[in-house]
């Protein structure tokens, strides 16, 4: 069933930060002023950010104003795309590609370590630490199963280094994004295997 | 203009055209969803794929513009394939519940099934189902059967300007609904239901009131504001169950107001379905002939001069004409016809018409509002100069600001702007100089101001000095046969009956406020009201009233005699709107208990009371009524009145301009005892206590 949509309120009202402000001036800048509208994207974005994490009705109306718009078109954009989260959302999201190439590399095995961690898919955690979402393809599918934390990709998972990493947010530390196995982005792990005699 | 060939056939379209255009034009039907000739284009729904030479694929040819050359087809096997694959996509989620949808019987998609459907369904999966969504207290919703055409985003977005509905999510989830299902605004908003090609939105009054095939389609006119709005009147036995609009081109399009469409309840709310007599103090019920026993002998005594009549605003022309012939005999020729105080006065007809027509102010490029809100005084009107705003025309108003959906140059709430403009001392003054077709409207609320009358002097003469008024430009050879004239001189009245009151002439020196004054004094001694019922009638209190009208509202609370008559569904009538365009109303229903068509009233009181009326039967009256007003019989023609001078010249007071018609949901009789418009305008006041989804 597809239900009503729920747009969550927030306490406070929102507006733009002072250096968000003047991004907002580099966005608007790129349209002329009779298609302003068409900044209610990176608006949402950047709304999204300031807002940790996820658009609240306050964020909607906001920008509708911004833009003269009204707030349905603006719903519209923010339903549409399903990076734009709708509800708050923990501190960290993590987005596991359940796709094709990372589920035959074993993306079952990091769903399984974010269970053991307590994580649950579409829910925050009860410390408001984490959010886990199921995603479709990153594309960095060379380096399966992939995950994606806020804006960085840790790669090369298994169910040990999942767990590691999740532990290590847990701590307060920000484990090294990138690949987790011993490789140069996608370089072949354990250094390269062709046209040696190039690197330096 | 693109030829093309569609089944074999040649065909010539406009530049701009569709390739659907052009197979309509070469007689060929296209099945359709999201397509409407009125409407942006969104060519999502694909039902209307055609074949097109040199294309892989058929195209969808509500979307495709038609060029030189093209070669369609349109009864090929790939297209009644391709169709049928759409369709059967669509009723995948689509639910089979036509014996409980009020669609049914008047739905697209069963239609389309019966020409396209497979029969039986080859889907096993789950169908998807969507919640129901609020949008207001007229339109009911049932959002699992949507699919998806868009049309009514469209049309409020395109047609009506308040782009309130959207579709959220997508793909497979996506819903329509208003931002966090708050009631919808627009007073067009009922027609999305006749929009909407299956029983998503349907009519939240009516539902599972009634099935198309029983109900008796009477066509006629409404009355509910001044234009004219031609509609269908679908009724059953003694009942009105729906008002639903006609195709009028110059005037209402396709389109009606939500007041039109939804007030009809009120016509069997608060009814008058007998005669009444005040004995001692009190209303009881009486017969007929009591009633007019009891006007015989509450004139008794009063001279002519004492007595003054008082028409409403929905009258038509025939009860106004008898209401004005049967006073005159006994010496009254006192009758009002500007229930609300306007200064407009009888003579020269362009003084009180729209001149350049409804249809024909589209040709206008500078646009002067002067004290009027057509969005509330003529929702259907509105929509057009919205169309007009958006292919360029410039729009500016004098008189109280309000959001009309499209881009109005607010001069100022002050009618003495009126005098700047007309000096020439404020810039709009160049804009309309400048313009091609430079029109004005003027509203009611100017009019009703105490200097009215040099109101419509100075808009008369604005329109002298701004070229407004353009003759016939005679042309030189057959093709080139010159402009039309242009008179860009408009009235939009408020009341569906005022401009028959005005050709009848039912204009008196110091209008409806003299007549208060004096029964206030005491110079007046009797009234007869005709369903007037929008001004404060305690000045009656000691004045012998008669009402003869509809509904038990403003006009009884002190009347003497009440006769009850028939509403505007229950009578032939003649009403002239706004452009003087002479349209017939037809009776749909027959009038409630006792009640009788207006004039057959004064005729039959005739014979008791005064000098009994030359005419008995409706044909007599109208040959009568056709000689003193020779243009009724030129049915459903704008009519191309003579200029002549009108309004008298005075000074103008700085100062706001009253607002006509506040509460658009109760401007008449019918409409104030309606339940569906007192939910609507509590909805608008915010006075309602239903959950509008925003408060949750
Ligand atoms: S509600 Fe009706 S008109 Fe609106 S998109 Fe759905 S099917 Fe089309
Ligand atoms: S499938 Fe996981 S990143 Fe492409
Ligand atoms: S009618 Fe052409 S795509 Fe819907």
């Known amino acids: 069933m597809h239900r009503h949509l729920k747009v969550v309120e927030d306490g406070e009202p929102f507006a733009f930060s002072e250096d968000n402000a003047a991004e907002v001036k580099r966005i608007l800048a790129k349209y002329p002023p009779a298609r302003k509208r068409s900044a209610v994207l990176p608006l949402l974005h950047l709304a999204q950010r300031q807002n940790g994490g996820w658009v609240s009705r306050q964020v909607i109306e906001h920008i509708a104003g911004m833009l003269d718009l009204p707030p349905i078109k603006v719903l519209e954009v923010a339903t549409f795309y399903t990076m734009f989260n709708l509800k708050p959302i923990g501190r960290y999201h993590v987005q596991v590609c359940g796709t094709t190439p990372c589920w035959l590399r074993g993306s079952d095995e990091v769903f399984r370590a974010c269970r053991d961690m307590g994580l649950e898919k579409g829910r925050t955690t009860d410390d408001g630490l984490f959010h886990l979402s199921e995603v479709e393809c990153l594309g960095a599918c060379v380096n399966a199963p992939v995950v994606q934390i806020d804006d960085d990709y840790y790669e090369d998972l298994d169910y040990e280094r999942m767990k590691a990493i999740l532990e290590a947010f847990r701590r307060g530390e920000t484990p090294k994004p990138g690949p987790q196995v011993d490789r140069q982005f996608a370089a072949p792990e354990g250094g390269p295997t062709t046209l040696k005699e190039h690197v330096k | ?696």
């Open chain 2, 1 to 696: 203009m693109p030829k093309l060939t569609v089944n074999g056939k040649e065909v010539e379209v406009p530049a701009g055209a569709t390739v659907l255009q052009a197979c309509e034009a070469a007689g060929e039907e296209i099945p359709r969803f999201c397509y409407h000739e009125r409407l942006s284009i969104a060519g999502n729904c694909r039902m209307c794929l055609v074949e097109m030479e040199k294309s892989p694929k058929p195209i969808a040819s509500c979307a495709m513009p038609a060029a030189d050359g093209m070669v369609i087809r349109t009864d090929t096997e790939t297209v009644k394939k391709a169709r049928e694959g759409v369709l059967e996509f669509l009723l995948i989620n689509h639910p089979l519940d036509c014996p409980i949808c009020d669609q049914g019987g008047e739905c697209d998609l069963q239609d389309e099934t019966m020409g396209y459907g497979r029969g039986a369904s080859r889907y096993a999966e789950n169908k998807r189902a969507v919640t129901e969504k609020y949008m207001g207290p007229l339109i009911k919703t049932v959002m699992t059967r949507c699919i998806h055409c868009t049309r009514c985003i469209r049309f409020l977005q395109d047609v009506a300007g308040v782009p309130e509905l959207g579709a959220i999510y997508r793909g497979e989830k996506m819903q329509i609904t208003s931002y966090l299902e708050s009631a919808l605004t627009s007073e067009l908003q009922g027609n999305v239901i006749d929009l909407c090609p299956v029983g998503a939105l349907t009519s939240a009054p009516y539902s599972f009131h009634g099935r198309p095939w029983e109900l008796r389609k009477v066509e006629t006119v409404d009355v509910m504001d001044a234009l004219g709005s031609n509609i269908r009147v679908d009724a059953r036995g003694m009942e009105v169950m729906r008002v639903l609009p006609r195709l009028h081109e110059d005037v209402n399009e396709e389109w009606i107001s939500d007041k039109t469409r939804f007030a009809y309840d009120g016509l069997k709310e608060r009814r008058l379905d007998r005669p009444w007599v005040r004995r001692n103090g009190r209303l009881e019920e009486a017969s007929w002939e009591e009633a007019f026993e009891a006007i015989a002998e509450g004139l008794k005594g009063i001279n002519g001069d004492e007595i003054a009549g008082v028409v409403g605003d929905l009258n038509e022309l025939e009860g106004m004409y008898a209401f004005r012939e049967w006073l005159k005999t006994l010496g009254c020729t006192r009758v009002e016809g500007r229930q609300d105080g306007t200064r407009l006065e009888p003579g020269v007809r362009a003084g009180y018409l729209m001149n350049s027509g409804i249809a024909g102010i589209e040709r206008a490029d500078a646009l002067l509002l002067i004290g009027s809100d057509p969005r509330l005084e003529a929702p259907v009107f509105n929509a057009r100069i919205a169309r007009m705003v958006r292919n360029g025309c410039r729009v500016a108003r004098i008189g109280g600001s309000s959001d009309l959906t499209y881009a109005v140059e607010e001069l100022g709430d002050d009618a003495a702007l009126l005098t700047v403009l007309l000096e020439g001392k404020h810039p709009f003054t160049k804009v309309l100089e400048k313009a091609e077709h430079p029109a004005l409207i003027l509203g009611q609320g100017a009019l009703m101001r105490a200097d009215g009358a040099a109101i419509w002097a100075a808009a008369r003469a604005l329109a002298e000095k701004l070229g407004m008024r353009v003759a016939e430009k005679a042309g030189g050879s057959e093709e080139d046969a010159g402009e039309p004239a242009w008179n860009g001189f408009n009235v939009l009245h408020t009341a569906a009956a005022r401009v028959g009151a005005l050709d009848l002439g039912l204009a008196t020196e110091g209008g409806i406020a003299a007549i208060l004054e004096d029964a206030r004094e005491g110079r007046l001694k009797a009234v007869f009201l005709l369903g007037a019922d929008e001004f404060d009638t305690s000045a009656f209190a000691n004045v012998f009233t008669v009402y003869v009208g509809t509904h038990g509202d403003e006009g009884v609370r002190h009347a003497d005699v009440i006769l009850p008559a028939a509403a505007y569904t229950e009578k032939h009538g003649i009403y002239l709107n706004t452009e003087g365009r002479v349209q017939w109303a037809e009776p749909a229903v027959p009038p409630p208990g006792d009640a009788r068509e207006d004039w057959t009233i004064f005729r039959a009181l005739s014979d008791v009371v005064g000098r009994r009326l030359p005419f008995d039967d409706r044909a007599a009256l109208l040959a009568r009524l056709g000689e003193e007003l020779p243009f009724i019989a030129e049915i459903d023609v704008k009519p191309d009145a003579e200029w002549g001078e009108f309004g008298r010249a005075g000074d103008i007071a700085s100062g706001p301009i009253p607002t006509a018609v506040g509460r658009f949901h109760f401007t008449n009789p019918i409409a104030r005892a309606s339940r569906t418009m007192a939910e609507c305008d509590a909805v608008c006041h915010g006075t309602s206590g239903e959950a509008t989804g925003t408060n949750g």
